[in-house]
């Protein structure tokens, strides 16, 4: 603003230029919340009370500390984040982090370290490096979690047993022997109880179980444990809660630099690291549930880093613990069905009213329900899930490391031992090659497990001059990577030992065809890719092998068997125990182009699929073919499907036979020849009730959303889907499970040309078919705009199952 213009002046022009003259000015905007961010809010908040006094407990922080970073985590990062679902606050991850902290600078450092961590982290979020830290390898995030988990369970067994926790892991698994033998049986009892609530809580049976589910175990469990405990009179350490008057603020620093800006460093990466993981899980989450999910959207991971920055500087500053995204939390917040940051918000605003009101009634509550808490949720923290997963992809030596690093040294000690591991496990996995050779029935085989580098070199020169000249070769490549000297080296022996007269079939894991050919006289090769069984491709120089020559279909299922079937046996091992269990039938057109598992990302077991020449669904009654009437009571009344999608395409051959014949398909001859119909003309007669939908000048037609029909073939097509809706519909084990509520229909439409999906809306004349927008990051499922109705395909447990096999 100039100097000589005055403020009052300045703020006047600029309500000018937002309301033109003679216009009435704008209605202040107004807060809108739905009932289901009311109703998640409060869900979130019966969770996050007793969860935000245990993990105060466990630091050691005054239990006041806990309320103040659940309530700045709510109302500033969940207003200020990027991840709108997301709930914040003190986080069971941070626990060792902060208690170390504590023991060794004391409380009002720690709240200065927490603003310095929160500076951090806004300064991380400026840089727009939030992407980063999804680089860290997953078994090093998991081990992380496991090892802080175990050090909380240590911790938290001593004031179970009615003691105190020592400094350390070691330190509390030494002094466990004389603790048990001094337990008190009043902390023990009350412990128990709670244990035993939150374990059988969420499993009650019936009716009456699912409706007792929905409230909190964790509520639930201290509620039980606190009236027990008071009714009966025992003894016990209880909450204690100050009055804010003497409530610790932030002090300057104290301590050595080095120190605190390692802890500062500490700080951030745990905060930072568990938030961008929770916002990237909450995105899946929210991905997969139903009902409507446009008004949250995506997470945005740089400004996540802004607001959880903003709500450390905060929450410490008002002397509370660091603040971090939390997964309990979280997942309660989506599966409650909050539709935007307003839950959050809410959330934090009912933690404040607690702490400035229910200070009398948590005084009630014994330490020992909520140590019992805090044990169960570090229990957690060691996922047998995880276990799993870094088992499967060969990763147990980094996340072994990570975690006992973490529980005997420290998080950051943990942190960087187990990228430490993780690199060495890289490096040999890099360096670490097999190389075999064998003659099988006259055929010379080169077997190359791992990855090729000029570290293998030799060793590969050494097996490929085994071959003799003249002979017929197979080098079979199960590797991911080939740098440039192992390239050179095998094409060199290639065209050496082809020029002698011999051949040389490459083959590999990656592409499940040959990656390389013979040079052919003249010196061209073939430039085959991964993707091009996909087209209609034809290699000039590709020589089928011996006993398949000619035989395309053979060379297929080679290539099945070498590449895909190791990948997808294991799957298939399983839907053969347990019997197929697909949502959905999806009824298309048989036309070759048109690729199910394409263009839905399903894999074996999802879609039950029938396919016909036109997707037509004769209605019921009518003509001698039922196979389609068949498959449909059996997926309804047999498989319970979910949901039946007709899916037509552009270019239909059937459709357009129908446009050129028109009515003629009613006589039972041909007009023009005399000829009796063919089984294909009387097939395509069920389509006539599209013709003359598509005739009847009083509907408008389907169209795509924002543009008309290209032709009268994409015309009827589009038509056709909606008419085979109707014949769906009539069919009485569709008809029933419609008035039941368990099915749903839609219409789908797949423009060959150009790869786009469309999905039908509208009812009664005015049915659009509205496109697919592609997410972000591509997805087994396909959401559609807010204008859509929501196709997922998905199987028994409500969420794509990553089973998609492409090569």
Not at 133 to 140: C, I, K, N
Not at 317 to 334: D, E, H, I, W
Request: charged residues 15%; glycine residues 10%.
């Amino acid at each position: 603003m100039p100097a000589c213009v005055p403020a009052h002046t300045a703020k006047s022009a600029r309500t000018e230029r937002s309301h033109p003259p003679h216009s009435p000015p704008r209605r202040p905007r107004r807060l809108r919340l739905a009932g289901a961010d009311l109703s998640a809010s409060v869900a979130v908040f019966l969770i996050a009370l007793p969860l935000s006094l245990g993990i105060a407990l466990a630091t050691g922080a005054p239990l006041r500390a806990g309320l103040v970073a659940a309530a700045v985590g709510g109302l500033v990062a969940g207003r200020l984040g990027g991840s709108p679902l997301q709930v914040s606050g003190p986080a069971a991850g941070l626990t060792v982090v902060t208690a170390d902290l504590i023991q060794r600078y004391g409380w009002r450092t720690t709240c200065a370290v927490t603003v310095l961590a929160g500076l951090a982290q806004l300064a991380l979020g400026c840089l727009r490096v939030a992407r980063g830290a999804l680089a860290v390898s997953p078994a090093v995030v998991h081990g992380m979690l496991a090892g802080i988990g175990v050090t909380i369970a240590v911790a938290q067994v001593h004031i179970v047993l009615g003691g105190s926790p020592q400094s350390s892991v070691l330190d509390n698994l030494r002094a466990l022997p004389a603790q048990l033998t001094g337990l008190d049986p009043a902390a023990l009892a009350v412990s128990a109880l709670t244990l035993a609530v939150l374990l059988t809580w969420p499993r009650l049976p019936g009716r009456a179980g699912r409706l007792l589910g929905r409230v909190p175990a964790a509520l639930v469990a201290v509620t039980a444990a606190t009236a027990v405990a008071s009714l009966t009179g025992l003894v016990l350490p209880r909450v204690d809660l100050p009055s804010w008057r003497s409530h610790a603020l932030a002090g300057l620093p104290q301590g050595p630099v080095l120190g605190l800006v390692a802890a500062a460093l500490g700080t951030t990466l745990v905060c930072s690291v568990q938030s961008l993981l929770g916002a990237v899980a909450v995105d899946k989450l929210v991905a997969g549930r139903a009902g409507p999910t446009a008004r949250a959207g995506r997470s945005d991971l740089d400004r996540e880093l802004l607001g959880q920055g903003a709500a450390n500087v905060v929450s410490g500053a008002l002397g509370g613990l660091p603040v971090a995204g939390v997964a309990v939390r979280s997942t309660a917040n989506v599966r409650a069905g909050a539709v935007s940051r307003n839950s959050t918000m809410l959330h934090g605003v009912l933690v404040v009213i607690a702490a400035l009101l229910m200070v009398p009634v948590l005084e009630f509550v014994p330490l020992a329900s909520l140590a019992a808490l805090v044990m169960a949720v570090g229990i957690q923290m060691v996922s047998p899930h995880h276990i799993r997963t870094v088992t499967r992809h060969q990763e147990v030596p980094v996340y072994a490391a990570t975690a006992l690093g973490v529980a005997a040294l420290g998080v950051l000690q943990g942190v960087a031992l187990g990228i430490a591991v993780a690199v060495a496990v890289a490096l040999r996995r890099l360096t670490r090659t097999r190389i075999t050779h064998e003659e099988r029935k006259g055929f010379h085989h080169v077997h190359v497990r791992g990855q090729l580098t000029f570290l293998a070199v030799p060793r590969l020169s050494r097996a490929l001059h085994l071959v003799p000249p003249g002979a017929a070769v197979v080098v079979r490549l199960d590797g991911s990577f080939m740098d440039h000297a192992a390239y050179a080296a095998l094409q060199d022996w290639q065209r050496t030992h082809t020029a002698q007269g011999g051949s040389v079939e490459l083959t590999g894991r990656r592409t499940g065809v040959r990656i390389a050919e013979p040079a052919a006289p003249d010196g061209a090769r073939c430039r085959c890719r991964p993707w091009t069984p996909w087209r209609n491709h034809q290699c000039g120089n590709a020589a089928p092998a011996p006993g398949d020559r000619g035989h395309r279909l053979a060379h297929g299922i080679r290539a099945f068997q070498h590449s895909t079937a190791p990948r997808v046996r294991k799957e298939l091992a399983r839907l053969a125990r347990e019997g197929q269990r697909p949502s959905q039938l999806f009824l298309t057109c048989a036309d070759s182009r048109l690729v199910t598992s394409m263009i839905t990302s399903s894999g074996p077991g999802d879609l039950f699929v029938v396919r016909n020449v036109g997707n037509l669904v004769p209605p019921p009654g009518q003509g001698d073919d039922d196979s389609v009437a068949a498959a449909v009571e059996y997926a309804v009344d047999v498989l319970e499907v979910r949901s039946i999608t007709v899916c037509g395409h552009s270019g239909c051959g059937a459709m357009q036979a129908l446009l050129a014949s028109g009515p003629d398909f009613a006589s039972d001859t041909d007009s023009g020849s005399g000829h009796t119909r063919t089984p294909l003309g009387r097939w395509l007669r069920h389509g006539l009730p599209s013709l003359e939908r598509m005739a009847d000048d009083g509907r408008p037609g389907p169209r795509p959303a924002g543009r008309p029909p290209a032709d009268a073939v994409e015309r009827l097509c589009l038509t056709n889907v909606v008419q085979q809706l109707e014949h769906l519909r009539a069919h009485d084990s569709v008809a029933r499970a419609l008035r039941e509520g368990v099915l749903e229909l839609h219409g789908m439409y797949f423009h060959v040309g150009e790869a786009e999906a469309y999905l039908l809306t509208g009812a009664d004349g005015e049915e659009t078919f509205t496109r697919v927008e592609a997410t972000e990051t591509p997805q087994a499922t396909e959401t559609p705009q807010a204008t859509a109705p929501t196709l997922t395909l998905s199987d028994t447990s409500g969420t794509l199952s990553e089973k998609t096999f492409q090569e």
